[in-house]
């Protein structure tokens, strides 16, 4: 097992640690129909990667499968949303990816479903995250990206197994964005007066 590895199941483990406490002191409260979909989509990520012959992306998808149904549970129990019309859409795109796996046995086209399912999944928490910052865990989302590379360096190949880690990447680093939003608002004008010349 090399340290890239090594460093993703550290720091998967870690983040939900994070993320707990944040719930358990009622500051996090992520959005229900949001870790449902991100099950859902771990579900499919795994059952692309079984036929794989890369073990980074195995261990990253079982990772995720794991992580997703403990914070799906904790979603059910600490966190808030409910099902709406656009939810219904993901669960949708979520059983679809599921069935393409089945039908297809296509790994790259059951991987790139879920992502699509994800990344709509996400779409309330975005939403939520943008009107309420505090609403979310920075320090969760800044591990989980850094899992994420992680994951990447180890897989370091181009096939279908490395599409999740850089999407989760993405994804994560979004959520923290939309955290800091306006203090990165408030360094990017700082720094824009600052190269403009004094008169």
């Known amino acids: 097992m090399n340290y890239w590895i090594l460093g993703t199941i550290v720091l998967s483990v870690l983040s939900p640690i994070s993320y707990t406490k944040s ?3 009622g500051k996090s409260k992520p959005h229900r129909v949001t870790r449902l979909i991100v099950w859902l989509a771990s579900v499919a990520g795994l059952l692309g990667v079984l036929d794989s012959s890369n073990t980074a ?3 990253f998808a079982l990772i995720f499968f794991i992580r997703a149904t403990y914070l799906m549970i904790m979603a059910a129990i600490y966190g808030v949303g409910g099902l709406k019309k656009l939810d219904l859409y993901c669960l949708f795109f979520g059983v679809l990816a599921l069935i393409a796996y089945y039908t297809t046995k296509s790994g790259l086209l059951t ?9 709509i999944g996400y779409i309330p928490t975005f939403v ?18 850094l899992a994420s590379l992680f994951a990447v360096f180890a897989i370091w190949e181009w096939i279908p197994d490395i599409l999740f880690p850089i999407y989760f990447l993405l994804s994560a680093m979004t959520v923290v964005g939309l955290i800091y939003r306006k ?3 408030r360094i990017i004008f700082r720094f824009k007066t600052s190269l403009e010349p004094k008169k």
């Open 23 to 25: 719930m358990l002191k």
């Open 128 to 145: 939520k995250t943008y009107h309420k910052p505090k609403s979310e865990d920075p320090l969760f989302f800044s591990i989980e990206a």
């Open 111 to 119: 991987i790139s479903l879920g992502i699509l399912a994800d990344l």
């Open 183 to 185: 203090r990165l608002a």
């Open 57 to 59: 992306g195995k261990i």
